[in-house]
């Protein structure tokens, strides 16, 4: 994504006490960030201008969550945003960092015990050849695997019918099973009940008319041995 560099993005991201600048350094130790390390903690995979995490991680002072985007100017405006969420106050419940998420395993561990992951309207990386640097690629959730916590959940939306669709056979692929589907959120009658908040993607293409697909997956139980296997 194109985006105007903001000149203030890294320093006030330096100055931020919710900023993790070497998140190489805490790979194993994220949930020692927090002042409750045993609350549940989220990730949001490529968090734009946050428009999403500001409002969930307010909403949610009982979870814990990190935000990853490669753009430092996307997390500049995702700090002001959340701290505008906030009434001017940073948060202990989030924190945001730099890092390109095809290089995940460097930085999160399975000490990290990552109880969800949401992905919101990744790039669809059209073309065949560059189908892996999908966040949602097989590839890519193998690497997830690693740090996800027994149990955990992965919140996918998106405007892109290729990316979903190709997205249901990664998730089957990787071992993934899929919990819930709308091809059109906005329209289905679960909606409501579903806590969700809208994404800057989100509100654009829904503006445009565009359905919003939806899923959310969790990775299949290991298979019990059969009876009198060793
Ligand atoms: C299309 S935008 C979506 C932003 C936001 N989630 C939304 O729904 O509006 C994709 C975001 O993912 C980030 N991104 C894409 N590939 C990434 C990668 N490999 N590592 C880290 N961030 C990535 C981009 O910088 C951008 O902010």
Not at 5 to 33: D, I, M, Q, V, Y
Not at 89 to 100: F, K
Not at 166 to 179: I, N
Request: aromatic share 10%; charged share 30%.
């Amino acid at each position: 994504m194109h985006i105007r560099p903001r000149p203030w993005a890294r320093p006030e991201l330096e100055a931020s006490p919710f900023f993790a600048a070497e998140p190489w350094t805490l790979k194993n130790h994220w949930r020692e960030r927090f002042p409750a390390p045993a609350h549940p903690l989220y990730l949001e995979l490529g968090c734009g201008k946050g428009h999403f995490i500001a409002k969930m991680s307010a909403a949610h002072p009982e979870n814990n969550y990190l935000a990853v985007d490669m753009i430092d100017t996307m997390l500049g405006i995702t700090r002001r945003n959340v701290v505008a969420e906030r009434g001017g106050a940073d948060p202990e419940n989030l924190t945001l960092t730099a890092w390109d998420i095809e290089r995940i395993e460097k930085i999160l561990g399975p000490d990290d015990r990552i109880d969800g992951l949401f992905i919101n309207f990744c790039n669809p990386w059209p073309k065949r050849k560059k189908h892996k640097k999908r966040l949602t690629h097989t590839r890519q959730l193998e690497k997830y695997k690693a740090f996800l916590a027994p149990g955990a959940w992965l919140r996918f939306k998106t405007d892109d019918d290729d990316l979903f669709e190709a997205t249901l056979g990664y998730l089957e692929e990787a071992g993934f099973e899929v919990l819930a589907l709308s091809r059109d959120l906005h329209s289905d009658a679960r909606y409501a009940a579903l806590e969700d908040f809208p994404t800057e993607h989100e509100a654009m293409f829904s503006e445009r008319g565009i359905p919003i697909k939806y899923l959310r997956a969790r990775l299949k139980a290991p298979a019990a041995p059969a009876p009198g296997a060793d």
